[in-house]
């Protein structure tokens, strides 16, 4: 690993550069390092893993509402990962930290998030990351505060012990006061989906349109899971991977004839 006298420490997110989450952890990493921010123009949630490859990419500097300045870029997120590692920073990063996220990153809502998906591509490049998001699903006014504490805890330990190659941690935190956060747990992914609803609606002039999701998701709150954790008032720490093999499949899957299929087009 990478190490100097003041990393530099990549931050971003999907809620877009002007998202109060983001602010509120370059605060709190601007302790341990120099934080570059390169954050979507807009809102990118739920946009995954995309990149930009038929288009170009601008960064853009411009004043966060703090004063100070970061890079605002018409890509995704992962996108602003690639630009502030190779563009901005020119390889030398430390840390990628994606976040703060407003709303739960939970179960399988890691395959859509694009706040985890940056961290994934943090991972990619061989650095150390971890997306962090506060649990919230209502409109209601969410204290980054405990959040951003913890991300500044987690950033100190990562610089000091590197992560495993290919691993990446997800972070969610629950929207209470630090006083009612009642515990910190080391969690696996649960499961919680959403129910797949498709609203259909016409419009104005008579042609249909519609809207995916809308119904709150259902879990099942297994004992050990992010999205049980999260359900207790508790900091859920996973640690996910690059490879998605699902090594338990792989016996099942190998005494099925597949490899058959070449012998019998002979
Ligand atoms: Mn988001």
Redesign the pocket.
Known sequence: MRSSQTPNILIT???GIYAEGLLELRKALSELGSVIVVAPDR?R?GCGHSITLHKPLRLERVRMADGKYGHASNGTPSDCVALGVHGLAKGDVSLVVSGI???PNVGYDLTY???VSAAMEGAVNGIPSFAISVAVLTDEEVDYGPAAAFAKYLSELILERGLPKAVLLNVNVPPVPLADIAGVDVTRQGDRRYPGNVEERTDPSGRRYYWLGGDLPSSSLEEGTDVKAVADDRISVTPIQLDLTAHAAMDELTRWPVRQWLFKQR
Do not use: L, V, Y
Request: hydrophobic share 0%; net charge negative.
């Open positions: 997110n999907d809620d809102p949630s996220n407003r709303g998030s694009g706040t």
